[in-house]
Structure formats: structure tokens, C-alpha cells
């Protein structure tokens, strides 16, 4: 068996496994945790609120807005950018309907996948050297931010870097890279991707029940 | 030794023409390469020996002919009778016999001198010591447009390396394919950050062109020699090493950026001469970039003391600021920097 194929196949697919239940059995964790029971008469809707924290964080408030303008266009051109790339690639879109879905969709075309690749890079480095730049965010930031951020930027260059599709081993790079990328997700605060939700959602409980979300 | 220069040529005529043959007998190529006008028949007396394949041309003029394609006219058809450019030829040797062969030396002998540098003059203490008073330098903003610079920078350098100098220095070590694998990945990686590049050389324009306009006053630095040999050195929030670095990477990064533009769209230009004028230009401005850069990350590191927290932190040390940006430190504090602080 070949290297790419090791990192194609069953590593991909231990990886992919991993990474789903790891995912599964964190977020069922976090629901089954509960609330504690919150016996004041309601003053709006929790259901609403819980809605309206997580819509309302997608638009940080004019003071906040101003002062992490370079973190709103990083963070916003990182994740919408890895979106694009991960669904929209044609490479990852091929892969995905011949190993795993059975199924393809239309595909960016390759100046809009460069273009969209450059607005990625530019936002996950902007994220990373505003974390080792600002003092504040020096203290709150431990090993696993700096390993997910890296981790995920060395995923995304090994993908770059095999964009020629000349040579087996920058893909079988590329494609142990994600298997790895996949195994850390769920134990990391990359899992930030599916449990954001819930935080804001909590607060916008909270204060959705006392009335205090508008 | 005349009967071999003899047969020689005649083979070369022979090669020309039989060149020319297949041309003809393949349709494609036949549309875009064309022999020469005066080109002969082979049938026409080449069994009676080769006095005279090339009619009444000249050898000097019939290759003068046959390499006197337009180089200006890159994508256009070649004339009749004009075959191949030479301009890729001195290209080629300006390439290979000095930009690989000497080029990559220079960030070395950067290396070695700083290293030479420190040994002898060691790193540059703060005089005073730490007051453990910091003073505001340069904002978040401005901090991060730097470093998104330096990693951008830092990526384009180890890969722009691998393309220029990979066969000369990758490939006799690590062999071919080695060498194959990591230029296929340079060159999607440095095609692919090049852009960004561009995006980071106007963000880094805009937060550090306030201050780095040259003053008067920049002549006391150069007379002193930056006060790397000793003595004092006044200046304001940039002294004149900072401004002719921060010149040196907008305009060197406005070179690399427009060649590395042309590089990446050749259909941009019709001469040839244009591509490879930015190959070359593209070259000797990235390395004398580097190069330099290493200068720039050894004074910002080991080279000064205290200088990294401003760009770490932004904030530095006050008796860093008055030793070093002396003027600075009184215009933003309104004190003077000769002053004793009474506790």
C-alpha cells in the first residue's frame, strides 16, 4: 500500500470516524450538561433570545467594531474563505463524491478558487499574529489555540502547495495533514466551529428570558 | 582540424534542414513555424554534395536571418525567413551565470558579517538599564500589518529561494525528484502568496509612511554610522536605518510585485524582453530584500536590546527611547531626554 493511499484510505477513514463521534460525543456532553432550573417568571421569550444571541453576535456593537475592525475582516475572511475552500474546491468536491457522498455540485472556478484561497491565508495569519500581538490576547491564548491555528494553516498550505497535482507525496502530505487535523478537532477548541453556537445561545437565553436582548 | 569545422557545419546545415522537413510534415507546427524563404529543397543537389543547399546566402546571413525573430512581437506570427529569438539566449546566460550562480551568496554573506558583528561589537545594551516605564510605539493595528508582512514575507522568501536557486542547490544533494517536488510546491505556493504579498505591501505602507519621510536630521545618523560603532545618535520615531528600510521593501516591493504580476499574467505584455527583464528583476529585488532583512531582524532581535517589545508588545522602554529616539521620546512625553528623573 502506498503512502497516499494509507493517508487516502483507511487512515482518512479512522480519521473521519474520530472525528465525527469525537464531535457527536462533545456536543451531546455539552447538551446533557443542562441548566439549572430558573423558577422567575419569565419576562420574554428564551427561545427568542436564544435566536436573536447568536444572530446578534454576527454584528459586534459600533465601539468593539471599531477597535477589532483588523479581527472582524480576518476572522469573517478566515472562516467564510475555509468554507468555500473545504465545499466549493472542485479537488475536495471530487474526493468527496468519490470516496464518500456518491454525489457532486458545481465547483468555483479556479481564478475564484485562488482569489478565495488568498482571502483565507490572509485572514487565518491576520487572526494568528493578532494573537501573538496583542497583550491581552497573549494572556487568553494557550497551546492548543496557537496548535489549532497551526495546524489548520499547515493543512491549507500542504493543499496549496499540491495544487499542481504532479507528485503523489504533496497530496499524501496534504492528506495526512487533514486525517491529523481531523483526530485533534474534537478534543481542541476547533470544536469551536459547532459549539459556538450554543455559547451565544445560552447568553441569548438568559438574557432573552429577562427581557434584556434587543 | 579545417575538414572537421568543414563537416561540422555541414551537418549543422544538414540538421536545419532536415528540421525544417518535419515542420512541414506536421500540419500544427507548420502553421506557426515556417522555414526559411530561401530554404531549398533537399531533393536540390544534395547527392551532388552540399556547394549549394543555402543558394547564394551567406552562412552569417542565413543564421542572422533564422535568429532574427521579433522579440516584440511575442505572440504574433514570425515573419517569413525569421525563425527564433536570441533574446532568451543572453536571458538565459544572465541567469545562469550570475543571478544562480552569485545571487544566492548574498544573503550569506549578510549572515556571516552580522554573525562577525556581534562577535566583535556584541549586542547594543540600553546604557541606562531598564527604567521599567514603557512608553506606547506602534499600535495593534500597526503591530499586526508588520507581521502579517513578515509572514507573508518569510513564505515567499524560502520559496522563491527553492524555484531560483532549487537546481543548483536542492537537486545535487537531495537529487531530481526531490528537487522536482519541492519546486512543484514552491512555485503553487509563491504563485498563490504572491497576491497576497500586494495586499500586505499597501497595508504595511499605509499604517508605518508617517515618520519615515527622510529629515535633515538624518544626515547626524549617517555621519555617525547609526551609533553602531558608539556614540549617540538623535532622532525621531524612525532614524534613518528604519526609513531606508522601510523604502528599500515599498520599493523593492513595488518591483517585485509589477514583475511578479507580469510573471503571473504573461498574456499582460507583448514583448518577451518585458517577461524577461521581470525575471531578472524579480530576482535581484527579492534577494537584496532578504538580505537586507536579515539586518532588519538583527537589530530588531539579539542586535539591540529592548527592541522587539515595541513590536511585540508596542510598547517600549523609556530609556530605550531616549537613547535610541531620543527626539521621539520629548515630542510624545513633552520631557527631555537628557534629563535625570528625580524618583
Partial sequence: MSFLNLVEGPLFTFAAAVFVLGALWRLIGIIRIGRAKDISPPKAS???????????????RGIFAKRTMVHII?????????????????YHI???NERILGFSWPALPRWAFLL???VAFSGLITLWVRRISDPVMQLISDKDDHIGSWLTFLVMLSGCFALEQAHDSLRGVHMLLVDIWLIYFPFSRLMHSFTFFLSRGQSGMTYGRKGKVR | MHNQFYSLRNFLKLSVLMLMLAAFAAPVAAQSVRPPGNAVNLDDGIEDGPSN?????????FWDNFRGGNPSELFAPAPEGQVMTTTGQQWRMIREKFIR???????????????VFYLVRGPMKITAGRSG????????????????????????????????????VIAPYLGLEANSVLTSAAMQGHNLFGPIFIFALIWLFIKFVRGNFFQWIDLKWIFKLGGFFGGHVSSRQFNFGEKTWFWMVILGGIVISVTGVIMLFPGLVEDVRWLQLSTILHALGAVALIAVAFGHIYVGTIG??????????????????????????????????KEEETP
Fill in chain 2, 101 to 115: 550562480k552569485y545571487l544566492g551568496w548574498a544573503p550569506v554573506i549578510v549572515i556571516g558579517l552580522l554573525a
Fill in chain 1, 94 to 96: 471530487d474526493f468527496l
Fill in chain 1, 46 to 60: 428564551a427561545a427568542a433570545g436564544f435566536i436573536k444571541g447568536n444572530l446578534r453576535h454576527f454584528f459586534p
Fill in chain 2, 304 to 337: 539591540m536590546e529592548g527592541s522587539i517589545d515595541s513590536m511585540l508588545k508596542g510598547e517600549v522602554d523609556e530609556n530605550w527611547a531616549k537613547e535610541h529616539h531620543d527626539l521621539w521620546y520629548e515630542e510624545v512625553t513633552g520631557k527631555s531626554a
Fill in chain 1, 74 to 90: 480576518g476572522g469573517y475572511g478566515f472562516h467564510l474563505g475555509l468554507f468555500m475552500l473545504v465545499f466549493f474546491g472542485v
Fill in chain 2, 53 to 61: 543547399a543555402l543558394g547564394d546566402v551567406s552562412d552569417t546571413e
Fill in chain 2, 133 to 168: 516605564k514603557t512608553l506606547p510605539r506602534f499600535t495593534l493595528s500597526a503591530r499586526v500589518a508588520h507581521w502579517f508582512m513578515a509572514g507573508v514575507f518569510i513564505i515567499l522568501g524560502l520559496t522563491g529561494m527553492i524555484i531560483l536557486l532549487g537546481r543548483v
Fill in chain 1, 116 to 118: 478565495t484561497s488568498a
